[in-house]
């Protein structure tokens, strides 16, 4: 089976090589590496949950995006402060999930709106059947009797009277051919 490639997905990798000569070339190695480095993740995260087109996927991508993204400004500005302000707004991320969720779904990612919104035709049960009380048992519908033409005139078959079961001692047995002892040698 062909799958059909995703452009977002595959221009991700170009993002990322991109970012990766810009850091080396930039940030050479001073002090502008990391948060480069830290910026291209950023985005190729995004960029490539968004390709999944799936709302948990960009969610995750959304989460490693802010995350990517604080670790640039912690290792641009300094670490012991500004980490805390990222677990800040990782933690307000974490307690928006619902609402940010809803929105996700709500976009008609990959036509989903579209196609709730469609009319969609209700399940009708099928015609009830005449009423039978239970003081009568399971009674199996009625069989039309057959009949057979004879002499230009039509006839009923008489029902067969059912014959009661056999016992078990009385039905007749397969008789098996018996193996023969093996001959003993001299």
């Known amino acids: ?9 595959a221009m991700t990798g170009g993002i990322l090589l991109i970012g990766l000569a810009i850091a080396f070339f930039a940030g050479g ?11 291209t993740l950023a985005f190729t995260s995004l960029i490539g ?7 948990n996927g960009i969610y995750g991508g959304l989460y490693g995006f802010v995350w990517m993204l604080g670790l640039a400004f912690c290792f641009l500005v300094g670490f012991w402060p500004w980490i805390l302000v990222v677990v800040g707004i990782s933690a307000i991320l974490g307690a928006l999930r619902v609402p940010i969720m809803a929105a996700l779904l709500g976009m ?4 989903a709106a579209s196609f709730s919104n469609r009319q969609q035709p209700y399940y009708q049960p099928p015609p009830a ?17 057959e009949t057979y033409q004879e002499g230009g005139q039509q ?25 023969m002892p093996p001959q003993q040698q001299q």
């Not at 008609?108 to 036509?111: D, N, P, V």
Request: glycine share 6%; proline share 21%.
């Open 1 to 9: 089976m062909y799958r059909q490639r995703n452009p977002l997905r």
């Open 29 to 39: 190695g001073g002090h502008f590496f990391l948060p480069i480095l830290f910026i």
């Open 49 to 55: 949950s968004i390709s999944s087109f799936r709302p």
């Open 108 to 111: 008609g990612l990959a036509g």
């Open 129 to 145: 059947q005449p009423y039978q009380p239970y003081q009568q048992g399971y009674q199996p519908p009625a069989q039309p009797q």
């Open 155 to 179: 006839y009923q078959y008489q029902p067969q009277p059912q014959q009661p079961p056999q016992p078990e001692y009385e039905r007749p047995q397969t008789q098996y051919p018996q193996a």
